[in-house]
């Protein structure tokens, strides 16, 4: 997608496709988002989506799909085993990866669930550039850990550098030693989701796998997020100036030994794949399929999915098609820079990051100062966002909260979904509640799973700063919602 100049001088991000299908979308007023809020246990991933004015929880299964994977749809072969539509989705794979062998899967956490319970052993330690929920929890359920090995600057929030999800190598390199004969596997996750959806480096990757095949360790490639990736490494390597998206997707393909992805997010479509070049390591995953996903040549997937994903994953090798993504939220990355309001920079892919710790930094991280700004954020807009703080984290074996590193609220940007007069009333309403932020107050469980709390805890505010906040509302913009 170009990044279209206007007659005055400003530039703007332009839609490369036309909208030929649309859903309606409500935005309710503040005080029944309020009340919806207060109903969903302070929790955005427990609200109704009908009470939901734009949804930008996520990007994961929520992208839109193009004619072509609409049209592809039709033709699926629906069978049990040895459909046709496993064989073109496997093709496609193979082909944009360089791969031999493809696991079907019906998401990114079941490829997760294969890879750990084939590989990961009691005792076992996996470094990798930064967690993420899914993989650690799968990790550690064999009985492994995980090291995160991000450069420093991948954490710091206002660091410019390009590439933040890149490996530190000498941490690599002392995690290697340290941990001899217990490293099952050395994980890079593309377009690093908690820490802002910053991209690696291609010459990283290279960097890791070098380092990987000296010792005799396994890497593996959590693709969910390469597309944004794809995109970093070609506007911001010079490595990767002269080369295409799809020869920067074949070369990771033939650095790592096993590559997995949810298709909720790489593809457009939902599902999930692992591919190797390797038989043996084929050989080891593929027993898991039937056990845990569905046989081989579906793994829990519909067929439509599968002919829907492998289209897109065609589509992902366009570079007009996955500008459209990072474009959008640098546009609003910027304008929130231009009015002061702390955002994680620079600006990545899967969404904008507003940072909580210099947003609300009168409510102190015991408060979860993260999803205290989700809350806050819907209540001013109808917008759902997702925490990615402390509320994501696992408590600490004596039962302390764990702090994140960061504390996050992420406004995903799902693809090509909606259209810049939406971002222009997201940043409007952002802008709104920066200026009333000192309204915004803390929050407390009420409900705590023990696992991946973030997902359907229940909390609640610590005084009545809720209702202030929508009254505020109310009374700046009269009668509109
Ligand atoms: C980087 C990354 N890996 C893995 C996953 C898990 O994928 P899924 O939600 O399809 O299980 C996600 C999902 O958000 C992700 O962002």
């Not at 991948?154 to 690599?172: E, I, Q, R, Y």
């Not at 996750?189 to 010792?215: D, H, S, W």
């Amino acid at each position: 997608m170009a990044n279209v100049k206007l007659m005055g001088g400003e530039s703007i991000p332009m839609e490369m496709h036309k909208v030929r299908i649309v859903q309606k979308i409500n935005l309710l007023p503040v005080e029944e988002r309020l009340d919806c809020i207060s109903k969903a246990g302070c929790n955005s991933f427990l609200l109704q989506n009908k009470d939901v004015f734009l949804d930008m929880l996520t990007d994961s299964g929520v992208n839109a799909m193009s004619d072509n994977q609409q049209a592809s749809m039709l033709v699926a072969d629906d069978s049990y085993a040895g459909s046709m539509t496993f064989t073109r989705l496997e093709n496609k794979i193979n082909e944009i990866f360089g791969t031999t062998y493809v696991l079907p899967a019906h998401q990114g956490r079941a490829c997760e669930n294969v890879i750990a319970e084939t590989f990961v052993r009691q005792g076992d330690v996996v470094p990798m550039n930064y967690h993420f929920t899914t993989p650690k929890t799968h990790i550690v359920r064999n009985g492994g850990s995980v090291e995160e090995l991000l450069i420093d600057e991948g954490t710091d929030v206002t660091s410019m550098h390009p590439f933040k999800g890149n490996m530190d190598l000498a941490k690599l390199q002392d995690s290697l030693e340290r941990n001899k004969g217990h490293v099952p596997f050395i994980r890079m996750e593309a377009g690093t989701n908690l820490i802002g959806g910053q991209p690696f480096e291609f010459e990283n990757a290279r960097a890791v796998c070098k380092m990987a095949q000296e010792y005799g360790v396994l890497t593996v490639l959590d693709a969910s997020l390469l597309q944004d990736n794809l995109y970093f490494m070609k506007v911001r390597e010079k490595a990767c100036e002269k080369l295409s998206v799809r020869d920067i997707c074949y070369q990771l393909g033939q650095m790592f030994d096993v590559v997995y992805f949810s298709g909720r997010k790489l593809g457009f479509a939902r599902g999930g794949a692992i591919c190797t070049k390797s038989t043996a390591l084929y050989d080891k995953m593929k027993n898991f399929v039937p056990v845990f996903e569905g046989f081989l040549t579906y793994g829990g997937m519909s067929v439509r999915e599968m002919e829907a994903m492998a289209v897109g994953l065609e589509e992902t090798m366009d570079m007009d098609v996955i500008s459209q993504g990072p474009q959008f939220i640098q546009y609003m990355t910027d304008k929130l820079v231009e009015a002061g309001i702390p955002v994680v920079l620079p600006a990545g892919g899967l969404g904008c990051h507003l940072d909580a710790s210099r947003f609300v930094e009168h409510i102190p991280q015991a408060e979860y100062r993260a999803g205290a700004l989700s809350v806050a954020m819907y209540i001013a807009s109808g917008i759902r966002g997702m925490e990615r703080g402390t509320i994501s984290e696992e408590r600490n074996p004596d039962g302390t909260d764990h702090y994140a590193a960061v504390e996050l609220l992420r406004l995903a940007v799902p693809r090509r979904v909606y259209t810049l007069s939406h971002i222009n009333y997201a940043i409007d309403r952002i802008k709104w509640l920066y200026e009333n932020r000192k309204l915004i107050g803390g929050l407390e469980f009420v409900e705590e799973p023990a696992v991946m709390r973030f997902f359907i805890g229940r909390l609640k505010p610590t005084s009545d700063w809720m209702e202030k906040l929508a009254a505020k509302f109310r009374h700046d913009f009269g009668d509109s919602l």
